[in-house]
């Protein structure tokens, strides 16, 4: 306020000006709320907050993307991956199987049910999750609510049900080495 | 009338359907879209599944109705518009811009299976244990999209327990789909709000005031979410099989009364057009299952035009002459939907009901005392049922103050649907039989008793009567073919007035009750018509509030869009077109019936001279023709 808005916009990226708070939590020393510029790659984040042996970083919140480490060179804009502010970290002890299965049962809970995509979609995926878990899928299946995800984003009546299928597609797509290369789900790090 | 705010139906449950402009070839009414790379203009404000359906390309839907506001969950509708992110659904997007829309693409029909293929995995039950087998919208969506399996699995055990506590209504959630049509049925086409989503996410579920039972709610039993439910998740409590016993029952006598209404409907469930009357048809068929005798209710509709409009003079008489204090305007009783509506939510009115009974009572009343004794046999061996076009009538058979000929009066009620399986399962194809006539004692009916059926029936056939009693004139010389047309039609609420400008002699039957006419002299008779208990609520709160409606004389309310014909036990859809067609049977049957006043009836100038002898609204006809009224409030311990 006292420098202006010239200043605030010099901040930050082209697309997404000034600086932003994001709210940090899981695997790092010291989480809490940063005001950072737009633009921060994710490693520099991670070293900011001092998160070490990081596997993963959801970013935007449950509804968000799940990114691997070898994509920690991206940065938090508008124009790369985006998010409202909310950064969970994940370490290598983390299961990331039973970190999807919270995020899906936190859509599944937070559905109102008036749409036919989400009410039911959402637990169609959670199940899904639970079959990895157990070890008991089919690719062929997998594919199916791979699918499904894809018409819930597009189909659903709200954002709720056309995000939620995100962390769904980003994290089955960003960890299927750690997730199904491991046989019947027995994961690292458990 | 102003749709005034109401609680029972909050304004938000209300998007009602868009308004499109008067005048759609004015400058800015029309607007130029593309489906499917085919330019297409339509008013503005059509949505697009309308705009797709001018245009011949079939959209699936599901929860959109065309009875009922839009709600867009269903999402089986769902179209690509160009330059959007998401899919959009047709039926709740109104078309304000030059879109171009796409109903094909690759994501449109992934979408559409996908919401198939959900819905199936939560709904329980097989498709051959379904009364809605091969006229269920959910088999043909998945017969549509080439569903030969279970993509995400299939309920296998039911998790709903089926509530059969009402006499009429029954539902079964575990085939429920979520379309919520009953419950928009419910609260915004009836304004009676028994039904409502309850939890949320995949436990959501429709159900009553604190899940309780439907019998101890206050619903009216119209029915009408049964007619708009897509599956097999609501039906009529049926009594086909105690029906079936009793005419395997060689001791028991079974009479059947047929009403004015599933004689125009029944067609449809025979794969014919809407619109056609199978009168004798159906009489030849129920004989041929088994019935003993086939009566016709239009016989007691006629005989209700004599108690009620008796009734109606009486009360006019007391409270014009004698200065009484007297329950007016007089609200009419046929429909049960409408009288348990009436207790439940009005009961300071019940006074104002007609004591008559509905025709199906009186005729059960008369068939165990008069038609027994004139034939000889033991009342307690007749089985009385009832066809109706309604879910109610079989609540209101079973009503404990039903017994005035010392049995239950009406032993069973059977809808439109029912008896159309019935005839099925005796292998007989309706519309290929030969026609007969109804049975003696009551053999003939009149015009007036047939069109009770439709919205208006009742007041056009009551008036027929009245004013040739009063003036003593023709009323073929009042209105034309005498069709009183101001009280026809599809409209809410009509009201219409009648100047009395001449009197003439008091009829012999009523003669003991009048000494003359000279006091309705100058009068003006005020009528209203009303049906859907959605209106009723706007006539009663104008009544309660003293307005035009309190200074009516004589009012009659059906509770189901369009009057029985639209009743909740009539073939499955309901639209209004498929309504407007079976009214217009009703009345083409009458226009050609040869008699079509209740008072030129012979066969109820004859009961009158036999058996109830002190004339309409005498002691004999009070005890068994008239009934009383409970005071249910909206409170049920």
Redesign the interface.
Same mark, same amino acid.
């Given at each position: 306020m006292v420098k202006g808005g010239k200043w605030f916009s010099e901040k930050g990226t082209d697309r997404s000006s000034g600086s932003k708070l994001f709210s940090v939590s899981g695997d790092c020393e010291k989480p809490g709320v940063y005001e950072l510029s737009w633009g921060i790659k994710v490693s520099e984040l991670l070293k900011l907050v001092g998160a070490k042996n990081t596997k993963a970083v959801q970013i935007g919140g449950a509804s968000g993307v799940c990114i691997p480490k070898d994509q920690f060179d991206r940065t938090l804009a508008y124009e790369d991956v985006t998010t409202g502010g909310s950064v969970m970290i994940f370490n290598e002890s983390r299961n990331m199987v039973h970190v999807l299965k919270n995020l899906m049962e936190f859509f599944?809970? %937070?559905?109102? *049910?008036?749409? &036919?995509?989400c009410?039911? *979609? $959402? !637990?169609?995926l959670l %199940?899904g999750v639970e079959m990895i878990e157990k070890g008991s899928y089919t690719f062929v299946h997998i594919n199916?609510l791979k $699918?499904?995800g894809? &018409?819930m984003? !597009?189909?659903?009546?709200c954002g709720l049900g056309?995000s939620s299928p995100n962390p769904f597609l980003s994290i089955l797509e960003n960890f299927k080495d750690e997730i199904f290369n491991n046989g019947k789900g027995e994961l690292n790090g458990r | 009338m102003e749709d005034k705010k109401t609680l029972r139906a909050p304004v938000s449950q209300k998007p009602h359907r868009i308004e499109k402009p008067e005048h759609p070839e004015y400058i800015g009414g029309s607007i130029s879209i593309e489906i499917n790379e085919k330019k297409v203009t339509v008013p503005l404000g059509t949505t697009i599944l309308e705009a797709c359906q001018q245009n011949q390309i079939h959209i699936p839907t599901l929860c959109n109705h065309k009875d009922l506001c839009v709600a867009g969950v269903c999402r089986i509708c769902v179209v690509q518009v160009e330059g959007m992110r998401t899919l959009q659904a047709s039926c709740a997007f109104p078309i304000t811009a030059p879109i171009k829309i796409k109903t094909t693409t690759n994501a449109v029909r992934r979408a559409r299976k996908h919401i198939i293929d959900l819905l199936l995995s939560k709904h329980s039950g097989e498709c051959y244990s379904c009364f809605r087998n091969s006229n269920c919208e959910l088999q043909s969506l998945a017969k549509e999209y080439g569903i030969d399996h279970y993509n995400f699995g299939h309920i296998d055990k039911p998790k709903y327990e089926i509530d059969d506590s009402s006499y009429s209504v029954v539902r079964d959630m575990n085939k429920c789909v979520l379309c919520k049509r009953c419950v928009r049925t419910c609260i915004d086409l009836q304004e009676v709000g028994v039904l409502e989503a309850i939890g949320r996410g995949y436990n959501t579920h429709i159900g009553t005031f604190g899940d309780k039972p439907l019998a101890e709610v206050i619903c009216i039993n119209c029915g009408q979410c049964i007619n708009r439910c897509p599956t097999g998740a609501l039906r009529t409590n049926d009594s086909r099989d105690q029906i079936w016993a009793a005419i395997d029952n060689p001791k028991k006598h079974v009479v059947i009364q047929t009403a004015p209404s599933p004689r125009a409907a029944i067609c449809e469930e025979f794969g014919m057009e809407a619109g056609q009357s199978l009168t004798g048809e159906m009489n030849t068929a129920l004989r041929r299952i088994g019935f003993d005798v086939v009566f016709d209710t239009n016989f007691t509709a006629d005989l209700t035009i004599f108690e009620e409009g008796t009734e109606l003079i009486i009360r006019l008489y007391n409270a014009l002459v004698k200065k009484e204090k007297v329950a007016l305007p007089q609200f009419t009783s046929c429909s049960p939907g409408w009288v348990k509506y009436l207790e439940h939510f009005y009961p300071e009115y019940v006074d104002n009901l007609s004591s008559a009974k509905s025709p199906q009572q009186m005729f059960g009343a008369l068939i165990k005392t008069f038609y027994a004794k004139k034939k000889g046999i033991d009342p307690k061996d007749i089985v009385s049922v009832a066809v109706m076009p309604c879910s109610a009538k079989k609540f209101e058979c079973n009503r404990p103050e039903m017994v005035d000929s010392g049995f239950k009066d009406v032993d069973y009620g059977l809808t439109t649907r029912e008896l159309a399986q019935m005839i099925k399962e005796a292998g007989i194809y309706l519309p290929e039989m030969p026609k007969s006539h109804f049975d003696d004692p009551f053999g003939e009916a009149s015009g007036a008793g047939l069109i009770f059926g439709a919205t208006g029936g009742v007041m056009e056939a009551a008036l027929r009567t009245v004013v040739e009693f009063i003036t003593g004139k023709k009323i073929e010389n009042i209105f034309a073919n005498a069709d009183i047309t101001p009280v026809r039609g599809f409209e809410g609420i009509k009201y219409a007035e009648l100047p009395i400008t001449e009197v003439g002699p008091v009829p012999k039957l009523i003669a003991h009750l009048v000494p003359d006419w000279n006091w309705l002299k100058g009068a003006t008779l005020k009528i209203a018509v009303v049906h859907g208990t959605a209106n009723a609520k706007k006539v009663m709160d104008d009544i309660k509030a003293g307005g035009k409606f309190s200074e009516c004389h004589f009012i009659e309310f059906m509770a189901c869009p369009g009057g029985c014909i639209g009743g909740g036990g009539q073939p499955i859809p309901t639209t209004p077109e498929i309504r407007m067609l079976r009214a217009k049977a009703i009345y083409d049957e009458d226009k050609s019936l040869p008699v079509r006043k209740s008072h030129e009836n012979r066969h109820v100038v004859e009961i009158y001279n036999e058996f109830l002898t002190d004339g309409p609204c005498g002691h004999i006809s009070h005890k068994l023709l008239h009934t009383h009224y409970v005071k249910r409030g909206k409170y049920i311990a």
């Amino acid at each position: 306020m006292v420098k202006g808005g010239k200043w605030f916009s010099e901040k930050g990226t082209d697309r997404s000006s000034g600086s932003k708070l994001f709210s940090v939590s899981g695997d790092c020393e010291k989480p809490g709320v940063y005001e950072l510029s737009w633009g921060i790659k994710v490693s520099e984040l991670l070293k900011l907050v001092g998160a070490k042996n990081t596997k993963a970083v959801q970013i935007g919140g449950a509804s968000g993307v799940c990114i691997p480490k070898d994509q920690f060179d991206r940065t938090l804009a508008y124009e790369d991956v985006t998010t409202g502010g909310s950064v969970m970290i994940f370490n290598e002890s983390r299961n990331m199987v039973h970190v999807l299965k919270n995020l899906m049962e936190f859509f599944v809970d %937070e559905s109102c *049910g008036q749409c &036919t995509p989400c009410r039911i *979609g $959402n !637990v169609k995926l959670l %199940e899904g999750v639970e079959m990895i878990e157990k070890g008991s899928y089919t690719f062929v299946h997998i594919n199916k609510l791979k $699918n499904l995800g894809r &018409t819930m984003q !597009v189909a659903s009546k709200c954002g709720l049900g056309q995000s939620s299928p995100n962390p769904f597609l980003s994290i089955l797509e960003n960890f299927k080495d750690e997730i199904f290369n491991n046989g019947k789900g027995e994961l690292n790090g458990r | 009338m102003e749709d005034k705010k109401t609680l029972r139906a909050p304004v938000s449950q209300k998007p009602h359907r868009i308004e499109k402009p008067e005048h759609p070839e004015y400058i800015g009414g029309s607007i130029s879209i593309e489906i499917n790379e085919k330019k297409v203009t339509v008013p503005l404000g059509t949505t697009i599944l309308e705009a797709c359906q001018q245009n011949q390309i079939h959209i699936p839907t599901l929860c959109n109705h065309k009875d009922l506001c839009v709600a867009g969950v269903c999402r089986i509708c769902v179209v690509q518009v160009e330059g959007m992110r998401t899919l959009q659904a047709s039926c709740a997007f109104p078309i304000t811009a030059p879109i171009k829309i796409k109903t094909t693409t690759n994501a449109v029909r992934r979408a559409r299976k996908h919401i198939i293929d959900l819905l199936l995995s939560k709904h329980s039950g097989e498709c051959y244990s379904c009364f809605r087998n091969s006229n269920c919208e959910l088999q043909s969506l998945a017969k549509e999209y080439g569903i030969d399996h279970y993509n995400f699995g299939h309920i296998d055990k039911p998790k709903y327990e089926i509530d059969d506590s009402s006499y009429s209504v029954v539902r079964d959630m575990n085939k429920c789909v979520l379309c919520k049509r009953c419950v928009r049925t419910c609260i915004d086409l009836q304004e009676v709000g028994v039904l409502e989503a309850i939890g949320r996410g995949y436990n959501t579920h429709i159900g009553t005031f604190g899940d309780k039972p439907l019998a101890e709610v206050i619903c009216i039993n119209c029915g009408q979410c049964i007619n708009r439910c897509p599956t097999g998740a609501l039906r009529t409590n049926d009594s086909r099989d105690q029906i079936w016993a009793a005419i395997d029952n060689p001791k028991k006598h079974v009479v059947i009364q047929t009403a004015p209404s599933p004689r125009a409907a029944i067609c449809e469930e025979f794969g014919m057009e809407a619109g056609q009357s199978l009168t004798g048809e159906m009489n030849t068929a129920l004989r041929r299952i088994g019935f003993d005798v086939v009566f016709d209710t239009n016989f007691t509709a006629d005989l209700t035009i004599f108690e009620e409009g008796t009734e109606l003079i009486i009360r006019l008489y007391n409270a014009l002459v004698k200065k009484e204090k007297v329950a007016l305007p007089q609200f009419t009783s046929c429909s049960p939907g409408w009288v348990k509506y009436l207790e439940h939510f009005y009961p300071e009115y019940v006074d104002n009901l007609s004591s008559a009974k509905s025709p199906q009572q009186m005729f059960g009343a008369l068939i165990k005392t008069f038609y027994a004794k004139k034939k000889g046999i033991d009342p307690k061996d007749i089985v009385s049922v009832a066809v109706m076009p309604c879910s109610a009538k079989k609540f209101e058979c079973n009503r404990p103050e039903m017994v005035d000929s010392g049995f239950k009066d009406v032993d069973y009620g059977l809808t439109t649907r029912e008896l159309a399986q019935m005839i099925k399962e005796a292998g007989i194809y309706l519309p290929e039989m030969p026609k007969s006539h109804f049975d003696d004692p009551f053999g003939e009916a009149s015009g007036a008793g047939l069109i009770f059926g439709a919205t208006g029936g009742v007041m056009e056939a009551a008036l027929r009567t009245v004013v040739e009693f009063i003036t003593g004139k023709k009323i073929e010389n009042i209105f034309a073919n005498a069709d009183i047309t101001p009280v026809r039609g599809f409209e809410g609420i009509k009201y219409a007035e009648l100047p009395i400008t001449e009197v003439g002699p008091v009829p012999k039957l009523i003669a003991h009750l009048v000494p003359d006419w000279n006091w309705l002299k100058g009068a003006t008779l005020k009528i209203a018509v009303v049906h859907g208990t959605a209106n009723a609520k706007k006539v009663m709160d104008d009544i309660k509030a003293g307005g035009k409606f309190s200074e009516c004389h004589f009012i009659e309310f059906m509770a189901c869009p369009g009057g029985c014909i639209g009743g909740g036990g009539q073939p499955i859809p309901t639209t209004p077109e498929i309504r407007m067609l079976r009214a217009k049977a009703i009345y083409d049957e009458d226009k050609s019936l040869p008699v079509r006043k209740s008072h030129e009836n012979r066969h109820v100038v004859e009961i009158y001279n036999e058996f109830l002898t002190d004339g309409p609204c005498g002691h004999i006809s009070h005890k068994l023709l008239h009934t009383h009224y409970v005071k249910r409030g909206k409170y049920i311990a």
